[in-house]
């Protein structure tokens, strides 16, 4: 598909859910520019890149860097992330400009991977965790596949409101107020109880380490600038990560997880979790990886069970995201809720969460 269709079916995506004016204006321009063989096809001059890299999301988040930078004072002004007031009308001529004055540095930033390591993905794993350990009750070994920073490795440690109980830590700088429509078990403080986190790894091919001023950049830099609570969320997640460092190993998915399935943790479940990572993905790396999993599905016992939880699109990219579990030795898969691409609100399926 052409450049200019990728980024305009982008923008159309934005409009429909009702989500980031900014972004939408400048991603509509951006196709026009891309389109008359403007500064954006000079950005991109080997074309949009294979299906599934969101050409962009990565030109908007080149954008942001600039800004967050100081370096694109004029495009500030409409990025309220910075403090930016101005709205999105006018803002593509700043960013135009901006694009043309750091060519080179952009062109660098675009063919770069997306890494929108969203928090708020916590409030769905953290609903599957409750959901495995209502049924397990064993440590849980935790794996993430694409960590990017490794924020979500981190689930345990956020606070999440829900009814009148607040789960996970009361007192962590990330809260989430009710993010759960419906609930993933009937009794979730009970569940809580029996979800201890006894390791926590992931692998990314590039990782990125917020405990850097670079890498925070990077980070900040991929959340959308005018959705003031998913940065402050963001900010916040970064703050208890560099607190309490996980490592994020430089590696991809199918052979970290031969190495890391291959270890026995008797007496622990261990759950692989992924999110918004199949369409980074090669056909070959999925194969490879899938392969790894079900050999360790093959080897798993009741002693040491294995979980693979995702939350990847469905029909719908930006509203119809789908929450799946599968369990061996059991050898089961459930849709256990549905939800936005960023995470809350998590829409739980009865039918499936109330199974035994």
């Known amino acids: 598909m052409p450049l200019a269709e990728r980024i305009e079916r982008h923008a159309r995506a934005l409009e429909r859910g009702g989500r980031s004016p900014l972004y939408a204006e400048l991603m509509h321009a951006a196709a026009r520019s891309a389109a008359t063989g403007g500064v954006v096809a000079e950005v991109f001059p080997d074309g949009a890149g294979p299906p599934g890299s969101v050409p962009a999301l990565r030109l908007m988040a080149a954008l942001h860097r600039l800004v967050l930078e100081g370096r694109a004072t004029e495009l500030a002004s409409h990025f309220p992330s910075v403090g930016g007031s101005h709205g999105p009308g006018g803002a593509w001529p700043a960013a135009e400009a901006a694009i043309r004055r750091h060519l080179p540095e952009v062109r660098a930033l675009v063919a770069r991977t997306v890494q929108t390591n969203e928090p708020g993905r916590s409030a769905a794993l953290y609903g599957a965790l409750l959901w495995l350990a209502a049924r397990h009750r064993q440590p849980v070994r935790l794996l993430e596949v694409g960590a990017s920073a490794g924020l979500n490795l981190h689930v345990d440690r956020y606070g999440y409101e829900v009814g009148d109980l607040v789960l996970g830590d009361p007192d962590s700088p990330v809260r989430f107020s009710q993010p759960w429509i419906g609930a993933p078990v009937d009794d979730p403080e009970g569940a809580g109880a029996y979800l201890k986190i006894s390791c926590r790894a992931g692998c990314d091919p590039a990782p ?121 030795p059991e050898r089961a898969e459930a849709v256990l809720a549905m939800s936005g691409d960023h995470g809350p609100p998590l829409r739980w399926r009865p039918d499936e969460v109330g199974r035994r």
């Open 208 to 328: 990125v380490d917020v405990s850097s001023a670079d890498g925070r950049l990077t980070a900040l830099s991929y959340v959308w600038a005018d959705e003031p609570a998913r940065v402050a969320r963001l900010r916040a997640a970064i703050e208890v990560a560099r607190r309490q460092p996980v490592t994020v190993e430089a590696a991809s998915a199918g052979p970290w997880l031969a190495r890391r399935l291959a270890e026995a943790h008797p007496g622990a479940l261990t759950v692989v979790w992924q999110s918004v990572v199949r369409q980074y993905l090669t056909e070959a790396e999925r194969e490879e990886a899938e392969a790894e999993l079900h050999a360790a599905g093959q080897r798993a016992t009741e002693g040491a069970p294995l979980a693979a939880v995702a939350l990847e699109p469905g029909d719908e990219h930006l509203s119809s995201f789908e929450l799946t579990c599968r369990t061996w």
